[in-house]
């Protein structure tokens, strides 16, 4: 889950203003950066290694958001043959394709193209498994 932060207070200038005061900036907030529909915003955690060439390894965590429609190059989440999967969409003379590591499907091989949502972002884990202890055991998974 993402925490929120909430956003700063101003400060009130009173007497001489201090001379940092123009490096001051607000927390980063993950969610406002990472999340920009909350109500079609989803996580899945990727399972197997069918992403590895295009940058997403097992266990990331993918946020999608099912709002946008996919363009040629996205990563999308696709719902094939009854279970979701993720994959690169890509269009090529006028019809849609599916691509991954493990191969790549057409729209005429599957019939009709779901598409249930993009992938705007990828958060990994990259403590190693000596540190991914306590509260930092679960850090970018669900």
């Known amino acids: 889950m993402i925490r929120s932060f909430e956003k700063r207070a101003e400060q009130k200038i009173s007497g001489f203003q201090s001379p940092a005061a123009d490096y001051l900036e607000g927390r980063l907030d993950l969610a406002e950066k990472l999340v920009i529909d909350p109500h079609s915003t989803f996580y899945f955690q990727m399972e197997g290694t069918a992403m590895l060439s295009y940058g997403i390894a097992d266990a990331d965590l993918l946020v999608i958001d099912r709002s946008l429609k996919p363009h040629h190059g996205s990563i999308v989440i696709a719902f094939i043959s009854g279970s979701f999967s993720c994959r690169l969409f890509l269009e090529e ?31 990994r884990n990259v403590l190693p498994k000596t540190l991914r202890r306590g509260r930092y055991k679960d850090v970018c998974t669900l």
């Open 93 to 123: 003379n006028g019809s849609y394709l599916l691509t991954n590591d493990t191969g790549t499907i057409s729209e005429t091989e599957i019939g009709l193209l779901l598409i249930w949502g993009v992938v705007t972002s990828v958060c």
